[in-house]
């Protein structure tokens, strides 16, 4: 079993390229970390269709647990605090596959 | 390079399990009809968190050119339809990795 985790965000107005270059970077940073992101993939919106919010983050687990330790995870929560000013909007969606 | 798709359904209050449960059926079959489609998993939301949309689909292809066929095959176009008035709100992201 896989548990599944997307988010979408879009930024706000004066979210500038550097923050959300700087956002990259703390990201790349998780998985040496987190051992329980079994894949974790993360970007800007491509331009490929209208209407799409501005960047997204994909993760995969093997159960829950794995998703809760990611969440709970001290580098995380740090990536969350950095970002969370920057957001306009946040959707996310966690499933079972 | 992998070009990923990533989308969030929140069902408008008339959408009912069997929708759902149809709209699944749906995309189980794209898979096999659509090669580009390199991993495809789809689903409801687990309930994990708060605030969250209903469903989620995330789709991974070689590149941009294999999500537009992806976009314009008549099956997948068949599943928008279908999903389309089912829909309350829809949020979607391409990303390279």
């Known amino acids: 079993m896989t548990f ?3 988010v979408c965000f879009r930024w706000a107005d004066d979210t500038t390229d ?3 270059a700087r956002f990259t970077e703390m ?6 970390v987190i051992p329980e992101l079994r894949r974790y993939h993360f970007g800007r919106d491509a331009g490929a ?3 799409n919010f501005d960047y997204a983050v994909a ?11 990611y969440q709970e995870h001290p ?11 920057l957001i ?3 959707v996310a969606v966690q499933f079972d596959v």
């Open 75 to 85: 580098e995380h929560r740090r990536c969350i605090e950095y970002v969370r000013p």
């Open 59 to 69: 993760a995969e687990f093997d159960d829950r647990d794995g998703w809760v330790a």
């Open 18 to 20: 550097e923050d959300v």
């Open 49 to 51: 269709a209208e209407g």
């Open 27 to 32: 990201l790349v940073g998780l998985p040496g």
């Open 88 to 90: 306009r909007d946040r």
């Open 4 to 6: 599944r985790h997307v």
